[in-house]
């Protein structure tokens, strides 16, 4: 699960810090929706990143873990603005 929480925060870091949200979202961009999607409050978050991050060999594997979604993820992306791209030239 913690994979996933970190995932989610990757995620929703990147998103508010490229401008792209859209004020009508802003509210799903917050601590507040990742307590709520896991069921954890925020003494349970921090404890659990205490937790790992004093156990650097089972964090790094989460990060491998972390890197591979990630660019899973930007692979896909890349695939779907190349479809658009061949469309638009067609």
Do not use: C, H, W
Request: aromatic share 14%; glycine share 2%.
């Amino acid at each position: 699960m913690m994979e996933d929480i970190f995932y989610d925060l990757m995620l929703m870091k990147a998103i508010k810090n490229s401008s792209y949200v859209d004020p009508a979202y802003e509210e799903y961009f917050t601590d507040q929706y990742i307590y709520e999607k896991y069921g954890i409050d925020s003494l349970q978050l921090a404890q659990n990143q205490t937790y790992y991050a004093q156990k650097p060999k089972l964090m790094k594997k989460i990060f491998d873990k972390l890197e591979i979604r990630s660019k899973k993820a930007e692979d896909s992306v890349d695939t779907i603005i190349k479809r658009k791209k061949q469309k638009e030239t067609n």
